[in-house]
Structures are given as structure tokens and as C-alpha cells.
């Protein structure tokens, strides 16, 4: 496996070392890797559709060193190559580069943190190596999936717009988001921004490839193209943190408490005031995954 052995550092986060994969269609992928205890199973944090591996700064600052954290930048997205067939921006592609990735480093088991489209890759991985997952983590996601907010991610999802500055693309965001959390402040929006976004030329754009919206954009539920229950289910062998936003239009309470009682070991905690999908920073959110990654531990 390739790895330039250099570390990164993520706006005062741990640092970390940018490693490489070859995917098994030729793609150079990224993943950034934080060290921590060789006696616990490591993290593996998959983020969502649009978003890349800097979504999980502050989540590797907070538990890095006591865990190893492992972030991705699925394909086309961030520093990972774009692929040259849209088609295959699908989650089980991703599902499947993350089992190599998995493999290559030589882990056996690790806890899984899915937001988003994460979690879906999370129950495909579930449903052909369940013996993979130590235990999970849903962020704002589920095998039902809310069709508003379908709709609503479909509404700006491979658009290519260019904005003039940081400031710029921080109001956007925003208004993608719907504002929320409300309580966000224009620097917290700006902080997003620099997660989602990269400087290009004198200009700020998206960082992922655009054409991720075709296979998205072809699929009425905008997910896997079948029913997620099955998948959802054989998560069953592991503790299980589902964590909803409590004005999410993308998993629905109702749908958050199917999932409750579907699953034999469950916890499910409501993030007050926020969409979709949480930081995951959120006190309600780190107190619920403090007591899992305790149990782990």
C-alpha cells in the first residue's frame, strides 16, 4: 500500500498520517490514520455523500490515542482520486473499498462510524462481513430514509457552483442546511465550509467530483435501490448507537424507533436543535458515544 508517510495536521486536531490504497479499479485512495491503542479495536469513520474525511477532525481530536481513528475520503471526494465512471459512485463500490482498505491494513474488527451515506456503506459492509463491525454508530440514518430530505440533498448535489470567497460559500451552506442548527454562528458556518470546500484558482468550490450526483440523482430513494431493512438487521451481533437530529428531514423519529426496537442491543439519542446530520460534537451526541466506546474499551 502506498503511503507518503507524511502527517497532516486538521485545524488544531491530533495529528494524523495521510495514507494511500490502491482500489481494485485502479483509484488512488486516501484515508488519514490517527494513532492510538494497539488493545482496543480501531474507529473507522465513513462520511456523508458530499462531505470527506475532515468531517471527523474534532471526532479524532477527542478520541485519538486512546483508540486509532481511521478516516477515508471515499472515491471522488477530498484527496482521493475522482473515478472516471460515474456509475460506480454507489455504495456498495464503497462498501468495497473499504473492506480493501480494512484488509491491507490488516484489521480484523473495528467500530463503525457512519453518517449519512456512511451509515448505508456501514450496513452493506454488515451485511456481507458482519463479523467486521465491533459496534456502530448511525449518524442521522437508518434503513428508512425521509424522502424531504432526499429531495432536498438532490436540490444542490452536483451542482458546480463557485463562490467568491470563504464568506460566500459559508452562507450557502448554510442555507443548504436550512439554517440549522440555528444556533450557528457565521464562523461556525465558515469552520463547515473549509470541511466541504477547497480553494480553487481565485475562487472556493465543492470538494468532491460532481458527477457523484448521476447514480444519486437515478435512484428515486437516492440510496442503495432496494430494501435497507435486511442490511439494517444484520447489525444485530454488535452494540449499536443510532444518533438523530431532532429537525432531521432525513431519518424520521418513528423511523429512528423502528430501528430501536429492531435491534436487540440499541441506544438511540436526539441531538436538540439540529438537521442533518450532527457533528457528532454535540454534548448529548459525545456523552452517548462516550458510554459505547466505554463499553468497547
Not at 477530498?78 to 473515478?83: A, E, L, P, T
Not at 477547497?198 to 458527477?211: I, L, N
Request: hydrophobic share 40%; charged share 25%.
Amino acid at each position: 500500500m502506498p503511503d507518503d508517510s507524511r502527517a497532516v495536521r486538521d485545524g488544531g486536531a491530533a495529528a494524523c498520517k495521510a495514507g494511500h490504497w490502491t482500489s481494485r479499479d485502479g483509484l488512488n485512495l486516501f484515508y488519514r490514520d490517527y494513532p492510538g491503542s494497539s488493545d482496543r479495536p480501531p474507529i473507522l469513520c465513513l462520511h456523508g455523500l458530499t462531505r470527506n474525511s475532515r468531517d471527523f477532525e474534532a471526532f479524532a481530536n477527542r478520541y485519538a490515542g486512546r483508540f486509532r481513528v481511521i478516516a477515508p475520503d471515499f472515491r471522488g471526494r477530498g484527496m482521493s482520486d475522482r473515478d472516471p465512471q460515474p456509475a460506480r459512485y454507489l455504495p456498495p463500490t464503497y462498501a468495497a473499498d473499504v473492506l480493501q482498505l480494512l484488509g491491507e491494513l490488516g484489521i480484523d474488527r473495528a467500530v463503525f462510524v457512519g453518517t449519512s451515506l456512511g451509515g448505508l456503506v456501514t450496513m452493506l459492509v454488515a451485511a456481507t462481513q458482519p463479523q467486521r463491525i465491533t459496534a456502530t454508530i448511525l449518524n442521522d440514518v437508518g434503513p428508512e430514509l425521509d424522502q424531504r430530505g432526499l429531495d432536498r440533498i438532490r436540490s444542490y448535489v452536483g451542482k458546480p457552483v463557485r463562490f467568491g470567497g470563504w464568506d460566500e460559500a459559508a452562507r450557502y451552506i448554510s442555507a443548504i442546511n436550512r439554517g440549522l442548527p440555528a444556533s450557528n454562528s457565521h464562523d461556525d458556518w465558515l469552520r463547515a465550509a473549509r470541511r466541504l470546500c477547497k480553494e480553487h484558482g481565485d475562487g472556493v468550490v465543492f470538494d468532491y467530483d460532481m458527477a457523484i450526483a448521476e447514480p444519486f440523482n437515478e435512484r428515486n430513494d437516492g440510496a442503495v435501490g432496494f430494501d435497507m431493512w435486511p442490511l439494517f438487521r444484520q447489525l444485530a451481533g454488535a452494540p449499536l448507537l443510532i444518533v438523530n437530529g431532532e429537525l432531521s428531514d432525513l431519518l424520521s423519529p418513528a423511523a429512528a424507533q423502528a430501528m430501536v426496537e429492531a435491534h436487540p442491543d440499541a441506544q438511540l439519542v436526539t441531538v436538540p436543535g439540529v438537521g442533518h446530520a450532527p457533528e457528532l460534537n454535540e454534548p448529548e451526541a459525545v456523552a452517548a458515544i462516550d458510554r459505547l466506546l466505554e463499553r468497547i474499551g
